[in-house]
């Protein structure tokens, strides 16, 4: 009973030893989802003007979304995985696509 106790608590302080150096990283991971398939999504779609079939294969990820909303009268697109969301939208040709924050609002065209 007691190498169990001691056994547990080594692989807790093993865990608690890799994670903790890396806590900031692993909490940046949920927004990297959404973030990258709607970036990436606008720019196969609208800069290098590609299908969307064609657009959701080249950014489908290991790691599933939830959503993938594409508006094409704005000219915007939002992703939603593991929880965040995020949205990227066109801004022209010279300037191609670019992540929104929240608050933002598409511009106009």
Same mark, same amino acid.
């Given at each position: 009973?007691?190498?169990?106790? +001691?056994? &547990?608590?080594?692989? #807790?302080? +093993? #865990?608690?030893?890799?994670?903790? =150096?890396?806590?900031?990283? +692993?909490?940046?991971? *949920?927004?990297?989802?959404? $973030?990258?398939?709607?970036?990436?999504?606008? /720019?196969?779609?609208?800069?290098?003007?590609? /299908? *969307?079939?064609?657009?959701? $294969?080249?950014?489908?990820?290991?790691?599933?979304?939830? &959503?993938?909303?594409?508006? =094409?009268?704005?000219?915007?697109?939002? $992703?939603?995985?593991?929880?965040?969301?995020? /949205?990227? $939208?066109? +801004?022209? =040709?010279?300037?191609?696509?670019? &992540?929104?924050?929240?608050?933002? /609002? =598409? *511009?106009?065209?």
């Amino acid at each position: 009973m007691r190498r169990r106790h +001691l056994l &547990l608590l080594s692989i #807790v302080l +093993l #865990v608690i030893a890799v994670i903790w =150096p890396n806590r900031a990283h +692993l909490a940046a991971f *949920p927004d990297i989802i959404g $973030a990258y398939t709607a970036k990436e999504y606008c /720019s196969c779609r609208y800069v290098t003007g590609n /299908s *969307p079939d064609y657009c959701r $294969a080249y950014t489908r990820q290991y790691v599933p979304i939830d &959503l993938l909303h594409d508006d =094409p009268g704005l000219r915007r697109v939002t $992703a939603r995985g593991l929880g965040r969301s995020h /949205s990227a $939208a066109w +801004l022209g =040709p010279r300037e191609g696509c670019r &992540l929104l924050s929240e608050t933002e /609002s =598409p *511009p106009e065209s």
